[in-house]
């Protein structure tokens, strides 16, 4: 059995519904100078919920979810995160945002570090660990990812999906309660995608708080559980996969699949 086809095995399969929401956007508004890129998003998304996000270059998927962890901020509208505002400067804020992790397109490694040093840098310095803690955390999750056996290289020694796979073991490396990828394959080499995205489906059968932008619709539809279609800074479509890609409702969906579906 393929990683993605066990996956709906793994992960758990309660309704959305009755889990507890966990991050609560309303009327979120973002612009950069005079360009509307978010138009008053409202989105809910549950504990141990997967939600891939898709949709044409510009439609703000990968703002909203720089959002949602403060790396962008938005002109207007509210962000609750396990039910605090992280807009606000408070200890609590920053406790709640250290608690998301997110995974880049580019994989931001710190060149001159080890891959066991740059999985150990946040921990010992934002969450206060030893070293010797933050190493064991740091040779746990690079088991995990599959990596481990690279932990003395540096990133400039691995290949693309190595430095990915690390960028998503330095993230784990928090203990995160939500993670955020943003297009995590764009920039990797065909080869390379299949390995990141099985630590991906991995960690969706963990029950893991997933958001992920992506243009992997194979990914999409055996591992989300909402695709939400964005186009224009707005949410145009939200729905299990199997309805987004049998029977999207807006001729703006339509048009989309016709040309990355094949």
Known sequence: MSALSAVKDAAPQTRAD?????????????FYGAFHVLHDVDLSVHEGERIVLCGPSGSGKSTLIRCI??????????????????????REAAKVRSEIGMVFQHFNLFPHMSVLDNCTLAPISVRGLSR??????????????GIASQAGKYPSQLSGGQQQ?????????????????????SALDPEMVSEVLDVMVKLAGSGMTMLCVTHEMGFARQVAERVLFLDGGRIIEDAPPE??????????????LAQIVH
């Open 18 to 30: 009755n889990r507890k929401v966990v991050v609560d956007i309303a009327g979120l508004n973002k």
């Open 69 to 90: 962890n403060q790396l962008e901020i938005a002109e207007k509208g509210r962000i609750l995160v396990n039910g605090t505002d992280l807009a606000h400067t408070t």
């Open 132 to 145: 010797k803690k933050a190493e064991e955390l740091a040779e746990h999750f690079l088991q995990k990812v």
């Open 165 to 185: 796979r690390v960028a998503i073991a330095r993230a784990l490396c928090m203990e995160p309660k939500i993670m955020l990828f943003d297009e995590p394959t």
């Open 243 to 256: 309805a987004f890609f049998n029977a999207p409702q807006s001729a703006r969906a339509k048009a989309f």
